[in-house]
């Protein structure tokens, strides 16, 4: 089983944001030390565009492979990145992972126990993938012109509401096969590992977000600790800081 962290250089509502400093080191680097201390992990692998991303990975004892200049723009998914990874390690080195990882480095509220139960619900479940979600019981409904059209009964309380989920980004675990084969991460058979809504806080797109993240990570810490032998340092050299 392998580990995959997608980095793309560009990013245009937050730019840069995989190497900014998170707590004391570059964002990335909490998503590859998270995955060298998973014991299923064989191979913890960072897909970019980006020169200086590839450096930080490198120094954090991480694999490296550029992709392409079409699976760099905005329009590239997740899926064709870790597909592409998937079929150059059987192409070039005959190399089939039964599972890939998916770890994405803007998801940094991720506990250990975490990624070590969505492999776990993997393995002993006969599924395409195992995705995290979290519980909503948010009201929402759509703005139509100037009207706002509610999808539920109005004066429904929250805690009425029925349970609906999201994906959160915290992690997935897919079918190495069906990745190389038909370029999906999802499949028909999702397993759902439900997660607090803290975790799902994590997801960084913006300069609020990051705040958020930053001070929940660091208000709760103890949830994000990894075991002693892989907890690094508590700053690293990093190269872009702002």
Request: proline residues 7%; negative net charge; aromatic residues 8%.
């Amino acid at each position: 089983m392998i580990a995959l962290i997608p980095a793309r250089g560009g990013s245009k509502r937050l730019p840069r944001k995989n190497v900014r400093v998170f707590c004391g080191r570059p964002l990335i680097h909490w998503s590859i030390a998270m995955a060298q201390a998973v014991p299923e992990i064989e191979r913890v692998i960072v897909s970019t565009d980006d020169p200086e991303i590839a450096e930080i990975a490198r120094a954090a004892s991480a694999e490296v492979r550029i992709r392409p200049d079409d699976l760099s723009t905005d329009f590239a998914t997740t899926a064709s990145v870790v597909t592409h990874v998937l079929r150059d390690l059987a192409a070039t080195e005959g190399y089939r992972p039964v599972g890939v990882v998916l770890l994405q480095p803007n998801c940094p509220l991720r506990p250990w126990a975490i990624v070590r139960s969505a492999i776990d619900a993997f393995m002993g479940n006969t599924v395409d993938s195992v995705v995290s979600v979290t519980q909503s019981r948010e009201k929402q409904g759509q703005v139509e012109g100037s009207c706002f059209r509610p999808a539920y009964a109005p004066g429904t309380r929250s805690q009425d509401m029925p349970s609906t989920y999201f994906e959160n980004g915290v992690v997935y675990v897919s079918r190495g096969d069906m990745v190389r084969e038909r370029g999906e991460i999802f499949g028909e058979r999702i397993y759902p590992l439900v997660t607090d809504l803290l975790y799902a806080l994590g997801d960084i797109d913006t300069e609020l977000d990051f705040q958020i993240a930053e001070h929940l990570f660091r208000t709760h810490r103890e949830h994000f600790l990894l075991p002693a032998r892989h907890e690094p340092p508590t700053r690293i050299p990093c190269a872009h800081s702002s």
